[in-house]
C-alpha cells in the first residue's frame, strides 16, 4: 500500500463530485465502513450509506474482476458501482425519509485510481474493526512532552510546501516515535478482507 495513503480517505472527481471513506460502528458493536458521496457545487446533495465488513470484500471483489455490484444498507441507502474501461462509477443513493427527499451522487473514478481506492476500503475496513478492539482497551494519554513535539511538529509539517494529510501524519507519528503500519501489514489486511468474500453478512441493527 502506497505510504502517502491517508485517513480518512477521499477522492475528488472532474465533476467535482467527491468519494469519502470512513469508519462506523453501531450501536451493538459492529464495524461498518461508511461510503459518502458529496457534490461539491454550492447546494449539492451529501448521501452516504454504511458497508458491512463482509460487504467491503464483496466490492473488493468485483473490483478485481471489472463486475458491476451493488449494496444496500439497513436504512435502505445504497451503493452501486458500475465499470467501464476508462472508470468506475460510484454512485450513492439516499432513501427519502421523515426528514429528507430521495438524492444521488455519483464519482467516476478514473481506472488507474482503482488499485489506491481498494486499499483504501481495506484499510478503513481494518480501522473499523480496530476500534472495537480499542474500545476494551483504556486510552493511551499522551504525556505533555509527547503532546509538545505531535503540536510542533504538526506546526512544521503544515508550512512546507506542498503539504498534505500524509505529510503532516507521518510528521506526528515521527514525533510520537509510533511506526505506521508496514507494506506487509497492509498486505495481510488485504489477504484478510479478500478471505472475507462469500461469508454471509452478519449485521447488528
Known amino acids: 500500500m502506497p505510504e502517502q495513503l491517508t485517513y480518512p480517505y477521499c477522492y475528488t472527481d472532474g465533476q467535482n463530485h467527491r468519494l ?22 454550492h447546494g449539492g446533495d451529501q448521501v452516504s450509506m454504511w458497508l458491512t465488513i463482509e460487504q467491503v470484500a464483496e466490492l473488493d471483489a468485483a473490483l478485481n474482476t471489472g463486475s458491476e455490484y451493488h449494496a444496500a444498507d439497513h436504512t435502505g441507502d445504497s451503493l ?43 484499510m478503513t475496513a481494518q480501522f473499523a474493526q480496530q476500534r472495537i478492539a480499542a474500545g476494551a482497551r483504556k486510552p493511551y494519554v499522551l504525556t505533555p512532552a509527547e503532546h509538545d513535539r ?45 478471505g472475507r468474500v462469500g461469508r454471509k453478512p452478519s449485521r447488528g441493527e
Open 20 to 41: 469519502n471513506l470512513r469508519t462506523a460502528v453501531d450501536g451493538n458493536g459492529e464495524p461498518y465502513v461508511w461510503v459518502e458521496a458529496e457534490n461539491l457545487a
Open 80 to 122: 452501486s458501482v458500475t465499470p467501464s474501461a476508462p472508470w468506475t462509477t460510484f454512485t450513492v443513493t439516499r432513501q427519502a425519509n421523515d426528514d429528507e427527499e430521495s438524492a444521488t451522487v455519483p464519482v467516476v473514478v478514473l481506472t488507474g485510481r482503482l488499485p489506491e481506492l481498494r486499499d483504501a476500503l481495506a
Open 150 to 194: 505531535a503540536w510542533h511538529a504538526i506546526e512544521g509539517a503544515a508550512g512546507e510546501p506542498g503539504a498534505d494529510p500524509g505529510t503532516i501524519l507521518r510528521a506526528v507519528l515521527g514525533a510520537l516515535q509510533i511506526l505506521p503500519p508496514s507494506a506487509e501489514d497492509w498486505q495481510a489486511a488485504r489477504e484478510e478482507l479478500h
